[in-house]
């Protein structure tokens, strides 16, 4: 029986679910991890390695950390990009389809010298600003869904079979 679209992305958060709620550390390092692992899967340029090194010496859970990054990685760029366009914009107070179409021109032929000239710094700046505010909004808010449901889930355990 072949599954549908709906059932398979069940599916996969399901398994996303059980691998968090098994890993055998504390809600709040588990919490703080996975919250720090979207943070860096969101941000352009960290991935799972500075999320594994930066787990490591906030001494929080490593596994999350990296679940949460793998998690938001690549897949939700494209929708991250425009909100961070847009966020970014709004507090430098400059119009984000003027950002949108500096950035389109200016990385469209980009080369490496190319960082170091003021109109760049122009876009990355906002644009950087614009990751920052929507990756910790991310992050904070995954935090939070991991530490109620691990509470969650303990409290239901302890129910079902008594405190350990």
């Known amino acids: 029986m072949k599954k549908t679209v709906k059932e398979k992305i069940f599916d996969f958060f399901r398994s996303i679910y059980r691998k968090i709620v098994l890993i055998n550390d504390t809600p709040q390092k588990v919490s703080l991890g996975f919250g720090l692992g979207v943070f860096l899967g969101i941000f352009p340029g960290a991935g799972p390695i500075a999320a594994f090194f930066l787990a490591a010496i906030f001494k929080i859970n490593k596994a999350s950390a990296l679940i949460g990054c793998l998690l938001t990685n690549t897949w939700i760029s494209v929708v991250t990009f425009l909100l961070s366009v847009k966020a970014g914009a709004a ?5 984000w389809q ?25 876009i990355i700046m906002p644009l950087a600003l614009g990751y920052i505010i929507i990756g910790l909004f991310c992050g904070l808010s995954a935090y939070l869904i991991i530490i109620i449901a691990l509470k969650l889930t303990k409290t239901a355990k302890e129910a079902r079979y008594g405190k350990n």
């Open 98 to 122: 003027d950002l949108y179409q500096q950035y389109q021109l200016v990385f469209k032929d980009f080369r490496l010298p190319d960082l170091f000239k003021v109109s760049v710094l122009k």
């Open 91 to 95: 507090i430098m107070h400059l119009e």
